[in-house]
């Protein structure tokens, strides 16, 4: 079967997925896709199993304005196949929230060049880019990726940055991030603490 093909057969699979009331919540929210099924992510993600990780696919998924098509796309594209370049695009064509955390979930924290990606995004003047950047780093300390010097300076200055900014969602990103960060060794707690005093933050 082509791609164009498993392409319309996937976006007709949507239609059993549908759910008008996550929808709608998402409408009233103001995220605003061209088409939105209201899909669940568990659904998403039996779907994205059951098809396995293809290149080909997962970029003609992205091209679709369907939520359900972009986020799929995040979860088949193979995390070792895909060029900066390419992720550079997808990141360019990104405008929800919940789009930008699910390709850092399912896809970007898996990338080779994961920490000059969250590095460079961190420090991006659009909020999506910073949210994605943070998410990206949390996952990374979460999974014991220790920083050097250079990137110690400038994740505790971009986090200090977004603190004190005025997007929320950047904001829980960053603390969330710091948290992570604090939990690599007690070096990183006493780092993250006296730089969250600087700005009289802590820890809750």
Same mark, same amino acid.
């Given at each position: ?20 009331? +996550? ?42 304005? +369907? ?138």
């Amino acid at each position: 079967m082509d791609i164009n093909s498993q392409v319309k057969e996937i976006k007709q699979s949507f239609r059993q997925m549908m759910d008008g009331s +996550v929808a709608k919540s998402m409408r009233d929210k103001g995220v605003d896709y061209k088409l939105n099924w209201g899909a669940t992510l568990p659904r998403l993600q039996g779907k994205a199993a059951e098809l396995g990780k293809n290149y080909d696919l997962a970029i003609a998924l992205w091209k679709e304005n +369907v939520r359900e098509c972009k986020i799929l796309a995040t979860m088949m594209m193979p995390a070792d196949q895909v060029l900066p370049e390419v992720i550079d695009i997808w990141m360019e064509q990104t405008d929800t929230q919940e789009i930008a955390e699910q390709a850092a979930y399912n896809l970007y924290q898996y990338l080779p060049y994961a920490p000059e990606k969250a590095y460079s995004w961190m420090a991006s003047e659009k909020e999506l880019y910073q949210l994605c950047g943070f998410h990206v780093l949390s996952r990374l300390f979460m999974n014991k990726q220790e920083p050097n010097e250079r990137g110690i300076n400038e994740f505790i200055d971009q986090a200090l940055a977004a603190l004190q900014g005025n997007s929320l969602p950047v904001k829980k990103a960053a603390m969330s991030c710091m948290q992570r960060f604090a939990e690599l060794g007690l070096v990183y707690e006493r780092l993250s603490k006296s730089a969250l005093k600087t700005i009289n933050l802590e820890f809750l």
